[in-house]
């Protein structure tokens, strides 16, 4: 069995290589032709945590596996990350383990693709202000992901702990955006959406993080923090005013996401407006944004089949290029 740290991971394969990875599995599962269950997840009250297992099998990428991941958000308090997972790959052929690998980075990098894949398909080809409201794990990956499909010029930074937003402004400067392009810190989320052309969510909060006044025409926004019922980023009046809804799986976010739910419950929204999935639209079966002026959601919840098809991707190019450590189990 073949070991992959993150930075064998990375050295495997970059963003771009990401993103048409999870446009394959969203195409596949939005053909049917994946098998991707509903993922279990498990409360740990006494550490406010959740643990979640997630298989998927897709068969068109040679990819079998399951993702176990667990978000404990209070974990910073204590100097640990938020966010821990591993990925195990099996071989369709003999159900052999083929391969373990770090699971929080190849989240943070799937997680960010999807966001890429979003925007390359939702968002105005002449995008160039990002705003990510929640520094977390998942902040480097989607400003990496939207990096790569749009001329970003400038990216503005909201967070509640303000401490967190400075640190991952700071890094931003000395990385990817050292080159060009302006980072700034917003005081209050209001700021930093404002005339922002793209706008990504990635918190964990159970109330919605911006007013959907400051959204302006010809938007794209992205949820990508809040994964089950009671999760509410995006505001249900930003719902209503969207031109177009895609999610990654209809029946994921009809059972996950909050941010369609409790709209839903509360009778503001009605099933009818998600506009499609995610896949239909990478595959050409119906067209993103048709105009400048109307205000795109993407909703992600994460599907199981992005994992396994970008870390059968990884595997195979990690056993070409000599990466990873060979185990005897």
Known sequence: MLVLSASDQRQAAGMNDVINAVATALKESSAGRTESPIRTSIPVPPANGVALFMPSMVPAADSLGMKVVSVFPDNPSIGKPSIHALVVLADTATGEPLALLEGSSLTVRRT???????????????????????????????????????????????????????????????????????????????????????????????????????????????????????????PTDLMQRAGKIVVESNEAALAEAGDLIIPMQSGALGQDRIYAELGEIAAGKKPGRTNDEEITVFKSVGLAAMDVVVAKQIYDRALAASLGQHVEL
């Not at 925007?119 to 977390?136: F, P």
């Not at 989320?189 to 990635?202: H, L, N, R």
């Open 112 to 234: 960010g693709a999807v966001v890429g894949l979003a925007a390359e398909h939702l968002a105005r080809r002449d995008a160039k202000v990002l705003t990510v409201i929640g520094t977390g794990a998942q902040a480097r990956g989607v400003v990496e992901a939207v990096l790569a499909v749009r001329n970003i010029e400038e990216v503005r930074l909201f967070n509640r702990t303000a401490v967190k937003a400075e640190e991952f402004a700071e890094q931003l400067r000395a990385g990817l955006m050292s080159k060009a392009g302006r980072v700034s810190v917003a005081t209050r989320a209001q700021q930093a959406t404002d005339g922002a052309d793209i706008v990504v969510t990635a918190t964990n909060s159970a109330q919605p993080v911006f007013d959907a006044r400051h959204i302006g025409p010809g938007t794209a926004v992205c949820g990508i923090g809040s994964f089950t019922p009671t999760m509410q980023e995006l």
